[in-house]
């Protein structure tokens, strides 16, 4: 089955440093993906769509400049955030799907803890 | 603007003892809905996608249904290990993202 690998799974940064994250498709070519972002007990928000070779399209309300994407490959998708402070700190999960989002709906990579100190 | 909305917010089960989760959604055109399964720290894992209102899927103890309006997960004699949010998401036809109701965190009790 579709398989996406998010890493890494836990990082710890110090509050004005950037964090990359990855998101790879392993076994398909994925040209969108997409970036949710996760408080606890609450629902996933989606924050933008990645689109490969192309602007990635942002939610409202979310900084492009803070979070940057990058979707340079059909298997590669990164999320950058940008001089990060402690209210950055969430869980950040990536998804895509072989096809359209149809009989197999997407995969979802395991998520990444980012805390900010 | 699509909406979903899921009940109840917690459910406490002793093992053995059926019930249902509920989904209910407001979308302008249905691409599909989708339950998830996530577990603590980990990303959500497809469990199924419905259609069509009348639609009806089964995996092991868990079935999904669908109606215009709602979609239900009923959970059949659950064990410890079906604990976990479930989630219900839509996909609009007019959109390619999926749109996530806030979940229903399922505790089941040996």
């Known amino acids: 089955g579709a398989v996406v690998s998010q890493h890494p799974s836990w990082v710890i940064c110090k509050s004005g440093t950037s964090v990359k994250i990855e998101c790879r498709s392993l076994?398909?070519?994925?040209?969108?993906m997409f970036w949710y972002r996760q408080f606890p007990k609450q629902s996933l928000m989606l924050m933008a769509t990645?689109?490969?070779?192309?602007?990635?399209?942002?939610e409202q309300g979310v900084e492009k400049d803070k979070f940057l994407i990058n979707h340079a490959s059909l298997t590669l998708s990164t999320l950058t955030v940008t001089s990060a402070h402690p209210e950055d700190s969430s869980f950040y999960i990536c998804?895509?799907?072989?096809?359209?989002?149809?009989?197999?709906?997407?995969?979802f990579g395991s998520g990444t803890r980012l805390t900010v100190v | 603007e699509d909406q979903v909305t899921q009940s109840p917010e917690a459910l406490r089960l002793q093992e053995g003892e059926s019930s249902s989760l509920n989904c209910s959604y407001t979308?302008?055109?249905?691409?599909?809905l989708f339950w998830y399964r996530q577990d603590p720290g980990k990303g959500p894992e497809f469990l199924f996608t419905l259609y069509s209102a009348g639609e009806e899927k089964e995996k092991e103890r868990l079935k999904a249904t669908l109606t215009k309006k709602e979609s239900f997960l009923h959970i059949t004699a659950p064990k410890p290990e079906d604990s976990a949010t479930y989630l219900c998401?839509?996909?609009?036809?007019?959109?390619?993202?999926?749109?996530f109701g806030s979940g229903t965190r399922l505790q089941v009790q040996p």
């Open positions: 076994d398909f070519q994925a040209t969108t």
């Open positions: 979308v302008s055109g249905l691409r599909g």
């Open positions: 998804s895509a799907s072989p096809g359209t989002g149809g009989a197999n709906g997407y995969t």
């Open positions: 998401a839509v996909g609009d036809t007019g959109r390619r993202a999926l749109t």
């Open positions: 990645s689109n490969e070779g192309s602007k990635a399209t942002y």
